[in-house]
């Protein structure tokens, strides 16, 4: 089974950079789409983006278009998020996730495994 880790989060001012990675150390993610949510507190889990196994399809949503960006290395059996021009909103507990297929829009409810999270806040 899938154990999915991220790692990271962090501290960052508004206008900074984070690069976010998940990965599994006993398991290929080769066959696997990975998708990126987030969840604020108080707030419904967002799907943020997602990638195809072979790295040929992504989907962001709207809020994070243009500025983040999804990919993924098979060889080293990592996804990964970068995250640039942050804003405070941004702000939440980041999630990877993973299934066969990276759809539009990214739901929760279609993936069925997930990492622990990792905290991303943006604050001066």
Not at 108 to 124: I, K, L, M, P
């Given at each position: ?6 790692s ?22 080769d ?13 419904e ?10 790295g040929?399809?992504t ?15 098979n060889?080293k059996?990592?996804?990964y ?18 299934d ?18 990792t ?6």
């Amino acid at each position: 089974q899938l154990q999915l880790v991220e790692s990271g989060g962090g501290l960052v001012q508004p206008g900074g950079s984070l690069r976010l990675s998940c990965a599994d150390s006993g398991f290929t993610l080769d066959y696997y789409a990975i998708a990126w949510f987030r969840q604020a507190p108080g707030k419904e889990r967002e799907g943020v983006s997602c990638i195809s196994s072979s790295g040929g399809r992504t989907n962001y949503a709207d809020s994070v278009k243009g500025r983040f960006t999804i990919s993924r290395d098979n060889a080293k059996n990592t996804v990964y998020l970068q995250m640039n021009s942050l804003k405070p909103e941004d702000t939440a507990v980041y999630y990877c996730a993973a299934d066969l297929i990276c759809d539009e829009p990214v739901l929760a409810n279609e993936y069925d495994y997930w990492g622990q999270g990792t905290q991303v806040t943006v604050s001066s």
